[in-house]
């Protein structure tokens, strides 16, 4: 009963307040057009003239002074029609509309007393300055994605301003962690409950428009604390139209010393296909319409291993001893091929269905469906010469939403939206765990197959299984009215309800023959099986939001917003780990209690010049933990604290963050425009694990434990200088430099053990976080001449991140202060050239890009003795590391890996940036 309360609470308020307040409405998915219509002689208002957005059913009519109001318009370049009788009409054609921005279009018309054709001009470009930013938001716009040399659309928003990478990919904006961003489709959230990732990805070809918001976002956007990445997705045409684009290509590397096996160029080692249809369905008179897109990609990757042994081969170690193989023929059951370690495949499919009712009334279905399948992470090094021995990451996620837009009147609409989002995560050998194909491993212990002093295995499987699988269920109402000329209210709500589901064990066997089938190691089954995990949960979410858009003056706009979250994980906790572990720490369990979170934020903008304009932004911004943190060890299984636990905390605080942010626009020229922004953020109740000791009468028990005891603060400033191309220009391009400082607190775990056992305070240090990097310059450039051949390429420079140093202790007592060292600089170019033709109605072209122009190996892991990925102090340290298997190796090299890989042991290409790659393509396109 407790969750149809809480369902109850925000739907049935949505529905009071639009019953109430029918004017009150909006969506996060669209545009706004507003200007005003005169008259060209006398410069009079010209109440009552209609205003149409062409191959729409959207159009106002203009008030008595002149004003006019389009509200609900997808994003993209349109064609507006003025019309009122005695006047000329007017077709103003490249009216761009950005979701969230109001865009300006005045019009004055002449009068006329005989009928003429219509006037064809062009609108007036968008202003490089926008009066109604007022926090940082970017809207990229799928021409731009088109013409730069990227093909995934999270290269698009790392080089927004604010935007950083960690040494994984993983993207932060402005110094929060990589799972503090919401990620939404179509104003629909598609973020993965269990660590709040994306959950479904989208391709390029999909999308019209990518909008990222950073730090001080508006209310309508919740359970973030640093940005809200929104993707709008295309929408089918009036006419039939499609595209067809394939690519092929491989690494060409003179770096043939570190990467091995990739000697020969391979023009199909990494292969795209993608294509889309779009247009109206025949027989509805253009009401339904429909987009199709589809992607696939293959990628052998550029990190090589050799097939020298299977699974089924033993080895055993007695003393200096080694016998391989001691129930076979004793020589490795592998063929010797180089065979690739990073394969990849993946495929999208986006569909978009949708139906004007009646003038007022629209009804949208989208789809998005992605399946992939690549090796599961950390496993390159290990089975590098035993590849059929991994385990590989199998995912598959969908999302399903529909919607009902409904406007009311001219100044007023909404929108009720229904999604549901599936996740399905599996990492595993085989599917089947009792497959007979599985080996056991000596002893149990994969690592037992292990040469000495190496990371290289001779045989076994990976036993290691586990799945996540979430279903979200989401209803999501929101309004937009323009009350007056100067109030915009926006108001909306939504209530998502979860489904966790988590299995993760390794497989045993009873011997190592491998007679007897393997063994799920289900507690039912031995209690001694303290390994095997397993939850379903289903945790609520709701919130609310209320905001007041001021347009005060053309140039002066002011946004108050509150917004209200609400969080129940429906879960059991302990909340006094401590004082039960001698009783058990499963007997004192109670229910989680309900968080409410209350967040208001304020923006303004005002104008400093005529093309310049400040903008200041404050808020306070909240986010559940990340629900595998929160449901973890749900068994509360302590292990006999013979080993140390580790358990998750159903109760946890949402963490919280307040931002500040200052920016200034200021237009150079028509076509140069100058950004800069500083920030702060403060934020706490940051997650962390925390080592605890159960106290003195039991003073040898210690174990885990996830708490909100971190927090960290981020400042910084970005400038960024955007120029775009002049009237038949060939040119245009952005720079963009992003400074900051991103500090988190620190506790030393050894000195936290010891202060607990003696009853001390502990002492915390702030130190640079782990994903920190102080320099960030991102630079793009274009030249092209319409509808003939482009030119682009993206220059990225970034500094290093933190490290905590180490040294051999044989060399030196020195200890150093956590993250106090930094990795080596990054540097990279990409390039793409493209040549477009035409024939007939067919318009296709042939391009060329080159990744990695300059074949620099960035250093993302490094040894930390020596901050590089190519070199270990251990190398000079150690050097007869290897010498009692190098003398067996020369012995007896047909049971052994080539002896080349000993030398180079400390030389981890893993650890680097992708090699220069190259590829050519041609594209297809029909309208």
């Given amino acids: 009963m407790q969750i149809n309360r809480v369902f109850l609470l925000p739907l049935l308020t949505a529905i009071l307040l639009l019953l109430v307040f029918p004017n009150i409405i909006y969506t996060a998915t669209t545009g706004k057009l507003a200007g005003k219509v005169t008259d060209k002689e006398t410069g009079e208002p010209l109440p009552g003239a209609n205003i149409i957005v062409v191959g729409t059913n959207l159009g106002a009519a203009s008030d008595a002074q002149g004003n006019y109001t389009i509200l609900n318009i997808p994003p993209g370049k349109y064609t507006v029609l003025f019309r009122f009788i005695g006047y000329h009409e007017v077709n103003v054609q490249n009216v761009q509309i950005n979701v969230d921005f109001t865009s300006h279009l005045d019009n004055a018309l002449s009068p006329s007393t005989i009928e003429m054709e219509e006037v064809v001009v062009l609108a007036d470009r968008t202003p490089l300055v926008r009066n109604d930013l007022t926090n940082t938001q970017v809207a990229v716009t799928s021409e731009t994605i088109d013409a730069l040399p990227i093909d995934e659309l999270s290269q698009v928003i790392r080089l927004q301003p604010g935007v950083t990478t960690d040494n994984s990919g993983e993207i932060h904006i402005r110094g929060g962690r990589s799972n503090e961003i919401t990620t939404q489709v179509n104003g629909i959230s598609v973020a993965n409950p269990f660590d709040n990732s994306q959950a479904v990805g989208i391709a390029t070809n999909a999308v019209q428009e990518v909008s990222v918001s950073a730090g001080t976002f508006s209310a309508e956007y919740g359970n973030a604390l640093s940005g809200v990445v929104n993707y709008v997705t295309k929408e089918g045409g009036n006419e039939l139209a499609a595209t067809f684009k394939t690519w092929s290509g491989d690494h060409a590397t003179t770096r043939k010393d570190i990467y091995f096996g990739i000697d020969e160029f391979d023009p199909l080692n990494k292969r795209r296909l993608e294509a889309t249809l779009g247009g109206p369905i025949p027989g509805t008179n253009k009401k339904a319409k429909i987009f199709l897109s589809g992607v696939m990609q293959k990628d052998k990757g550029y990190l090589y291993g050799l097939d020298i042994y299977k699974p089924q081969d033993i080895l055993l170690i007695d003393g200096d001893s080694l016998i391989f193989d001691p129930y076979g023929d004793g020589l490795p059951s592998g063929s010797g091929d180089t065979v690739p370690m990073a394969v990849k495949e993946s495929y999208n499919a986006t569909a978009k269905l949708s139906y004007d009712m009646t003038a007022r009334v629209k009804l949208s279905y989208d789809l998005v469906f992605d399946h992939s399948k690549l090796p599961g992470p950390g496993q390159f090094r290990n089975f590098r010469f035993n590849p059929d021995g991994r385990r590989f990451l199998y995912k598959q996620n969908i999302s399903h939403s ?318 960024s200088l955007l120029k775009r191309p002049a009237h038949n220009g060939l040119l245009s391009g952005s720079i963009d430099y992003t400074f900051q400082v991103a500090e988190g607190a620190f506790e030393d775990p050894l000195d936290f053990f010891l202060d607990v056992r003696s009853d001390r305070q502990s002492e915390q240090a702030f130190v640079p976080l782990s994903h920190d990097r102080t320099h960030t310059l991102n630079s793009t450039l274009t030249l092209s001449k319409s509808q003939n051949w482009s030119l682009s390429g993206i220059a990225s420079y970034w500094s290093g991140t933190p490290y905590t140093p180490t040294l051999p202790s044989n060399l030196t007592t020195v200890e150093f202060e956590n993250n106090s060292a930094r990795r080596p600089l990054s540097f990279n170019v990409d390039l793409r050239f493209e040549k477009f033709l035409k024939m007939g109605a067919l318009r296709y072209s042939l391009f060329f890009q080159m990744n990695n122009v300059l074949d620099l190996h960035n250093e993302r892991l490094i040894h930390r003795s020596t901050g590089q990925s190519l070199t270990s102090l251990d190398e000079v340290n150690n050097p007869t590391r290897f010498d009692i298997l190098r003398a067996q190796m020369r012995n007896n090299p047909a049971i052994f890996f080539p002896e080349i890989f000993l030398d180079s042991f400390y030389q981890r290409e893993d650890w680097l940036s992708e090699p220069r790659e190259i590829r050519v393509g041609m594209s297809f396109s029909f309208n």
Avoid: C
């Avoid at 197959?449 to 799945?467: C, I, K, S, V, W």
């Avoid at 100067?486 to 390794?506: A, K, M, P, W």
């Avoid at 397993?534 to 209320?546: D, E, G, N």
């Fill in 402 to 719: 529909f919607s009902l837009t409904h406007v009311l009147n001219n100044a007023s609409f909404y929108t009720l939206k229904f999604a549901g989002n599936f996740t399905n995560a599996k990492n595993r050998v085989y599917e089947n765990p009792l497959d007979d194909r599985y080996v056991a491993s000596y002893e149990g212990n994969l690592n037992n197959n292990l040469f000495p002093q190496t990371d290289y295995l001779a045989g076994g499987h990976n036993l290691d299984r586990d799945e996540d699988k979430t279903t979200s269920f989401i209803s999501k109402l929101d309004f937009i009215s323009q009350v007056t000329p100067v109030h915009e209210l926006r108001y909306g709500g939504d209530f998502v309800q979860h489904e966790l589901r988590h299995e993760s064990y390794t497989l045993l066997h009873a011997d190592i023959s491998g007679a007897e089938p393997q063994i799920i190691p289900y507690p039912e089954v031995d209690p001694d099986f303290t390994e095997y995990q397993f939850y379903k949960h289903r945790p609520v979410q709701a919130s609310l939001y209320l905001l007041d858009k001021m347009e005060l003056a053309k140039s002066f706009i002011l946004n108050v917003g509150i917004r209200y979250d609400y969080f129940n994980s429906q879960a059991l906790y302990n909340p006094d780990l401590i004082g039960t572990v001698d009783s058990g720490v499963d007997r004192n369990l109670i229910e989680s209690e309900t968080k409410h979170m209350l967040a208001p934020r304020i923006s303004l903008s005002f104008p400093i010049t005529d093309q310049g304009i400040i903008r200041f932004s404050y808020g306070h911004f909240y986010q559940t933990p990340p629900l595998e943190k929160i449901y973890r060890n749900p068994r509360f299984e302590d292990l006999g604290f013979i080993s140390v636990p580790s358990f998750g905390n159903a109760n946890l605080e949402p963490e919280k963050s307040i931002q500040y942010e200052l920016g200034l626009q200021q237009a150079l020229t028509e076509d140069l425009k100058f950004d800069l922004t500083a920030y702060y953020k403060d934020v706490s109740n940051l997650i962390q694990s925390r080592r605890l000791v159960a106290g003195e009468a039991a003073a040898s028990k210690e174990f885990n434990v996830i708490t909100n005891i971190s927090y960290a603060n981020v400042k910084g400033f970005t400038i």
